[in-house]
């Protein structure tokens, strides 16, 4: 009797140290692959706020969402806890596993404007099908519209683009302006709903390559004044400057 109790206790320890082992996973890469994944496997892009993300075409079918390239030896899957978990939600929580057998993430037609985030903190995966921003506008005090509502500076949209714009314009610091070194990217003439920053307060925009949708009111700074260059994929989060030199 005594031994079943031991073995039972020791089986009890085993798994504990088990789940700890996947919860104390440390996440530094992510892949996705499956029948659902365009070329079978894709990398998800890092973020500055410790999250993955995608953006692009998907298929139907599954998606497996993996912390290696192909599947392997210490390969961790996060995997959905709620059966015929569809990759378009508004946020559903996955676990840890190394049984590569656990059912992915479900994707019910081809798309090429799906668009999902893994938040490695709250352990969800949100996802979406985006749609494209009408228009793009930049407003700051090293601007000639300042912080004037419904005077930003437009942005051009991109041809043959998902949801890409550029802008290029003088930048320079305008005392009269509060905050005269500093801009940010608005999704319409006016002041909400939608809107792009930094992830860090005064990041210099020659130094940026990605942008945060929301989230804190934090804005670029202005490294030097002259003629630039913006271009911005809402689509794929994504900034790029060109200096071209001053006026």
């Avoid at 601007?143 to 890409?164: A, D, I, K």
Wanted: glycine share 8%; charged share 20%; net charge negative.
């Amino acid at each position: 009797m005594s031994f079943c109790k031991n073995k039972r206790l020791s089986i009890l320890i085993a798994l504990l140290f088990m789940s700890l082992g996947l919860n104390a996973q440390t996440i530094t890469e992510l892949w996705i692959a499956g029948s659902a994944v365009p070329d079978g496997v894709q990398k998800l892009t890092a973020f500055p706020d410790g999250k993955y993300k995608y953006a692009g075409t998907l298929m139907e079918g599954e998606v497996k969402v993996m912390t290696t390239e192909t599947p392997q030896a210490g390969t961790y899957y996060l995997a959905p806890d709620r059966v015929d978990s569809y990759v378009v939600n508004h946020g559903l929580p996955y676990s840890l596993t190394t049984n590569a057998n656990k059912d992915g993430w479900q994707v019910t037609f081809d798309e090429d404007r799906y668009r999902f985030t893994v938040d490695t903190k709250s352990k969800t995966l949100t996802g979406e099908l985006f749609i494209p921003w009408n228009e793009l506008f930049i407003v700051g005090g090293c601007l000639s519209c300042g912080w004037e509502g419904h005077y930003f500076l437009p942005f051009t949209r991109v041809e043959g683009e998902m949801c890409t714009y550029t802008w290029t314009g003088e930048m320079r610091e305008h005392s009269e302006f509060v905050e005269p070194r500093r801009f940010k990217i608005m999704g319409q003439n006016a002041w909400e709903p939608k809107h792009l920053h930094p992830f860090t307060q005064d990041q210099n925009i020659m130094t940026s390559t990605q942008v945060c949708t929301g989230g804190p009111d934090n804005k670029w700074n202005l490294d030097q004044p002259g003629i630039y260059t913006i271009r911005v994929d809402v689509f794929r989060e994504t900034i790029n400057a060109s200096y071209l030199g001053a006026e």
